[in-house]
């Protein structure tokens, strides 16, 4: 198996911000789940892993959505 070292998203997005023209980076609203936990959650879908990562991400959404713009 040959691996090639090629920048793809996690690459790009290890500086962890959003691009600057969204609306989301410019008023400072985004959110980024750094539990690799919850991400992998996100990720299998199933229906126990769900109702985790929804009841784990959903915090960190009502602070974002809770910043003044």
Known sequence: MRTLD??????RSTGRTPKPSTPVARADRAVFVED????GARSWGTVLSLPYAVDAIVPQLADAAGRPA
Do not use: M, Q
């Open 6 to 11: 090629c920048p793809g998203p996690r690459t």
């Open 36 to 39: 690799p936990t919850i991400s």
